[in-house]
């Protein structure tokens, strides 16, 4: 009989901007908190993948959530669990694409959104109805795999309970999205969805491309059980302004209410089409907008479908810096029209266009994009290894240069975007946050190179693409 459901999340061990902050998912907290809900003893754990076998969890089942970067943490946890004769499901996006590789180290795998589908696998369990009811479950039956269609995705978000962090377990002295002090980064989820379709994204493959969102009230609910003094809001979307409508009626009513906090989000370059939207944006408390640019190349933003000109980029971010907003930039080299001067053309436009901060991301064939469909067709992919699927590591042969000059050109573009005389031009140019991400950047970026070197060695010696037709 499940009585105690425990929901875990690995965090992968290497560096990047974020590894530092005890930022989760929101998926198993959320599905914890809807099982408590539902009177189960339920809980959730977001650690390292060797703190969480330390822990040695007791429970009657575990569910287990991945991303393609934590999915060797995720099924090294589950092969421990089921020895002890635990039973495993997994879920998140990870999984979803991959459930018959994820069968081999658990018992279920749910596909796609699992608010529907997890609480009915507790009633099978449980003996309330069968396996074949369940949406998106996958499973083993007679050693055969069987599959049931994903749950419709939900529409109505606002049907979904508030994510009970107090159920949630991480390291010992951690604090909800932070370094370990500050003020904490509270998870939000406004929205689910996107209407865009580009290549190297598996976003709408997991939450589709319709745009969900939920309602203005509900969401000022959810922030208004926070205190400003110490929590930070980190809106949790792909596209917090897919619907400008909709965005600017929750900006003004957190202007009416004064809720009086800062907030982060991310958002398409789009937004400064709009300068009504940014004002209130800015009225309203941002102070960090995560956009992913890509890149500055337009035979690349064609490539990978983005619907984005480099225009549209400039404008984004000189409006945006204006509001006294910090503007993270998100670039992606790889592209098979990407040149190793392409590379440098574009942290020399981050760089003359003041954005703040950076991450000069290399191109991942993740599970669920149309990119890793189009590389395992080429038979462009070098490994399966998914713990470095992290957006720092070269995962499939480029066109435009070796692996190892990708890899190369991204660890230069870190170090020229972080050098010492740029990073105090921030300071100088009073983007005090800039400045301080600058200094850690450039450090993190020294210690990655310090803890791959044993993968940079490798990557060097793999040859150029052979011409491909
Ligand atoms: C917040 C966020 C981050 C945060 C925190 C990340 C973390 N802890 O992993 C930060 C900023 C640090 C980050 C970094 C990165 N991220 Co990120 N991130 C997100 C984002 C925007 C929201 C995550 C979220 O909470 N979603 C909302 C909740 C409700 O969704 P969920 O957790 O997936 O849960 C649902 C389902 O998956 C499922 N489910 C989940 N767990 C379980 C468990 C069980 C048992 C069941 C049944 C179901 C289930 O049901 C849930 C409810 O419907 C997502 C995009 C997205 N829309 O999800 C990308 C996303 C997760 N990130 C992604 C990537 C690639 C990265 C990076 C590797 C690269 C980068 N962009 O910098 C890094 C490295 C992350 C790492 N851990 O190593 C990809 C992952 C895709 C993949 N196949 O792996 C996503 C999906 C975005 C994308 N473009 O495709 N990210
Ligand atoms: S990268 Fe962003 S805009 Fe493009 S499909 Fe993914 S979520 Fe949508």
């Avoid at 098979?336 to 020399?348: G, W």
Wanted: proline content about 5%; charged content about 25%; overall charge positive.
């Amino acid at each position: 009989m499940i009585r105690r459901i425990t929901f875990i999340e690995p965090k992968n061990d290497h560096l990047h901007i974020f590894s530092k902050f005890e930022l989760p998912r929101l998926g198993g907290i959320l599905l914890a908190t809807l099982m408590r809900d539902k009177g189960f003893e339920a809980s959730s754990v977001f650690m390292r993948t060797r703190d969480i076998l330390a822990r040695r969890i007791e429970t009657d089942l575990a569910g287990i959530s991945t991303i393609t970067a934590t999915a060797v943490g995720a099924y090294a946890i589950a092969d421990e669990l089921r020895t002890r004769g635990i039973p495993v499901v997994f879920g998140g996006p990870h999984v979803s694409f991959l459930p018959e590789e994820a069968l081999a180290h658990a018992d279920f795998c749910i596909t796609g959104e699992g608010e529907t589908g997890f609480p009915l696998l507790v009633e099978a369990l449980n003996g309330g109805r069968g396996f074949q009811d369940v949406p998106g479950l996958v499973w083993r039956e007679n050693g055969r795999i069987r599959r049931n269609p994903a749950a419709a995705p939900i529409e109505d978000l606002d049907s979904l309970p508030f994510p009970d962090f107090s159920l949630l377990t991480m390291r010992p002295g951690a604090r909800l999205g932070t370094m370990g002090f500050g003020k904490m980064t509270i998870p939000v989820q406004t929205s689910r969805g996107c209407p865009f379709d580009c290549t190297f994204c598996s976003v709408t493959g997991m939450f589709g491309h319709r745009y969900r969102y939920r309602s203005t009230a509900s969401i000022i609910a959810e922030i208004s059980r926070y205190d400003p003094k110490n929590s930070l809001i980190f809106f949790y979307d792909d596209n917090f302004a897919a619907n400008p409508r909709r965005t600017k009626e929750l900006l003004r009513e957190m202007i009416r209410l004064r809720l009086g906090f800062k907030w982060s989000t991310q958002v398409r370059s789009d937004v400064a089409k709009d300068s009504e939207l940014l004002d209130l944006m800015a009225e309203a408390g941002c102070s960090t907008l995560f956009i992913g640019f890509e890149s500055v190349d337009p035979v690349a933003l064609k490539e990978m479908k983005k619907n984005q000109s480099v225009e549209e980029i400039r404008r984004a971010i000189r409006e945006i810096r204006r509001r006294k907003i910090h503007v993270h930039g998100m670039f992606v080299f790889g592209f098979d029209s990407d040149t190793i001067e392409s590379t440098r053309a574009t942290v020399r436009f981050a760089l003359e266009e003041k954005v703040d901060s950076t991450q000069f991301l290399i191109l991942t064939p993740l599970p669920g994009s149309g990119f890793y469909n189009r590389m395992l067709a080429e038979g462009r992919i070098i490994d399966t290894q998914w713990d470095t699927y992290d957006a720092h590591h070269v995962k499939f042969m480029p066109r435009g240069f070796s692996p190892w000059d990708l890899q190369r050109m991204q660890i230069e573009a870190h170090t020229r975007f972080y050098s010492p005389v740029h990073v105090v031009a921030r300071l100088l140019r009073g983007r005090v946050a800039g400045f301080i991400i600058g200094i850690y950047a450039q450090a993190l970026n020294r210690r990655w190179q310090l803890q791959e070197k044993d993968y940079l060695r490798l990557l060097r010696l793999l040859q150029p693409a052979p011409a491909l037709t």
